[in-house]
């Protein structure tokens, strides 16, 4: 295995998590009271530790109210409701988005 490669993480801290997305941490706790698909688990401490499961489902989260304008209660009503198709939507546009710096990559060196 080279230094490129990275280890998946099982769990992520608030901080890091909070940070992958670039915003405040209270925005995370406050999605995570919001949405019961978000449940992180608790340490001892009560310090917050979320799985890979967990930040995708923010993603999906984050895509529904940022990028596609629902309201909380939409994003809710969808997800109840649609939460496979909201999984599948998700690879599907980060396999684009990966594909697209990919092209930009090659674009660069010719």
Same mark, same amino acid.
């Given at each position: 295995? %080279?230094?490129?490669?990275?280890?998946?993480?099982?769990?992520?801290?608030?901080?890091?998590?909070? /940070?992958? $997305?670039?915003?405040? #941490?209270? #925005?995370?706790? $406050?999605?995570? @009271? /919001?949405?019961?698909?978000?449940?992180?688990?608790?340490?001892? @401490?009560? %310090?917050?530790? $979320?799985?890979?499961?967990?930040? /995708? %489902?923010?993603?999906?989260? $984050?895509?529904?109210?940022?990028?596609?304008?629902?309201?909380? #209660?939409?994003? @809710?009503?969808?997800? @109840?409701?649609?939460?496979?198709?909201? #999984?599948?939507?998700?690879?599907?546009? /980060?396999?684009?988005?990966?594909?697209?710096?990919?092209?930009?990559?090659?674009?660069?060196?010719?």
């Amino acid at each position: 295995m %080279n230094k490129d490669e990275e280890i998946p993480k099982l769990y992520y801290s608030m901080g890091e998590v909070a /940070e992958m $997305f670039g915003v405040n #941490q209270s #925005q995370i706790r $406050f999605y995570e @009271k /919001e949405f019961e698909i978000l449940k992180p688990k608790k340490n001892r @401490k009560g %310090n917050r530790l $979320f799985r890979n499961e967990d930040v /995708e %489902n923010l993603k999906i989260i $984050f895509n529904l109210v940022k990028d596609k304008g629902y309201t909380l #209660q939409g994003a @809710k009503d969808y997800l @109840k409701n649609n939460h496979k198709e909201a #999984q599948e939507r998700l690879k599907i546009i /980060e396999s684009l988005e990966n594909m697209r710096s990919f092209l930009l990559e090659v674009k660069k060196s010719l």
